[in-house]
């Protein structure tokens, strides 16, 4: 039986780690087709995270990746960004060149919703990195794509790990709850990548070195990335390094088998300002609310490094 790659739309808002995602899904055509690149305004603003997606497919050495921009603000809310953790261009680190390949000129929720119709029923994942603005404009604006979906497979939320942003809430999800709110109560398939895992894929001097170790600039980029912004979670957590959180996302679609988690009920909050952003997950089944989302609480993180550097190595 071949094996068909799994048609995806990543929708992103780089963010080293997310940037580390994008080329894990390029490395691995064999798995994933990455139909399209959708920016939205998280970590940094919009312009900033079109460009950096931009600047990701050209490291690749994938300049034909089409690259949308999508939502500059919240559904209700104003924007809350991550400089503080990306850096002013969302990628510190290494110094970057501008990019050549283009933009493209469709809005990126419009692209997710002609693909979704386009594309066969159930054969298009949806791979959120940051806020889900986008996904939720997309589900508000055209209904009929909702049970197209494949699946949902996106970075956010914590329950266990509590929240990076507040007290209670993870940034992915604090930055959007009413989209947030919108992408959990459509009935789709969810998988959910959030703090409680990816604190567990943690950056050390030889994950890093063995990335630099390969010689290559994508290698490179990758070391000098997560070197950058290992040092605000070294700083705050007093761990070892530093989550790679979005690559979990890609990681999950290419070998399923590294992850654990729970089908539960995951709800979020929208109305307090206390824990607003907060997801609420039923991992313990307290409540007879309906799974809506598989949790993933543990991953084998020397597996996912290895698949992570070996991918990294192919570009």
């Known amino acids: 039986m071949t094996k ?18 994008i080329l894990l899904a390029l490395a691995s055509p064999e798995d994933i087709d990455v139909l399209g690149v959708v920016a939205v ?5 919009l312009p900033l995270t079109q460009r950096n997606a931009r600047i990701v497919c050209e490291l690749a050495g994938k300049p034909e990746t089409r690259v949308f921009a999508g939502s500059d603000a919240p559904l209700q809310r104003p924007l809350v960004t991550a400089e503080y953790v990306h850096g002013k261009t969302g990628l510190d680190g290494p110094q970057l060149a501008d990019p050549v390949m283009p933009l493209q000129d469709q809005h990126g929720v419009d ?13 298009v994942t949806l791979c959120p ?77 030889q994950r890093i070195e063995a990335f630099r170790a390969l010689g290559t600039e994508p290698g490179r980029m990758v070391a000098e990335w997560t070197d950058f912004f290992e040092r605000f979670d070294m700083q705050k957590y007093g761990s070892e390094g530093a989550p790679l959180h979005d690559p979990c996302v890609i990681a999950y679609l290419i070998d399923p088998s590294l992850f654990q988690g729970r089908h539960v009920n995951v709800e979020i909050e929208t109305q307090s300002e206390l824990t607003m ?35 990294i190595g192919r570009l």
């Not at 068909?4 to 995602?21: L, S």
């Not at 209904?143 to 007290?167: S, W």
């Open 4 to 21: 068909h790659p799994r048609k995806i739309i990543i929708d992103t808002d780089p963010g080293q780690d997310d940037a580390v995602a």
């Open 41 to 45: 305004a998280g970590n940094v603003p």
């Open 111 to 123: 692209f997710i919703i002609e693909t979704l119709r386009r594309e066969p029923a159930h054969s």
């Open 129 to 205: 990195l940051g806020p889900l603005t986008n996904i939720a404009r997309a589900m508000q604006q055209a209904p009929d794509i909702i049970p197209r979906i494949q699946q949902i497979v996106l970075m956010g939320g914590a329950y266990f790990e509590v929240g990076n942003v507040t007290p209670a809430a993870e940034f992915n999800i604090y930055v959007d709850p009413q989209a947030a709110d919108i992408v959990f109560k459509s009935g789709v398939s969810i998988v959910v990548m959030p703090l409680d895992v990816t604190h567990k894929v943690l950056t050390n001097r």
């Open 277 to 311: 952003g907060m997801t609420v997950a039923d991992w313990w089944g307290v409540t007879n609310r309906p799974a809506n989302a598989l949790f993933i609480k543990d991953v084998d993180a020397d597996r996912f490094f290895a698949l992570l550097t070996d991918r």
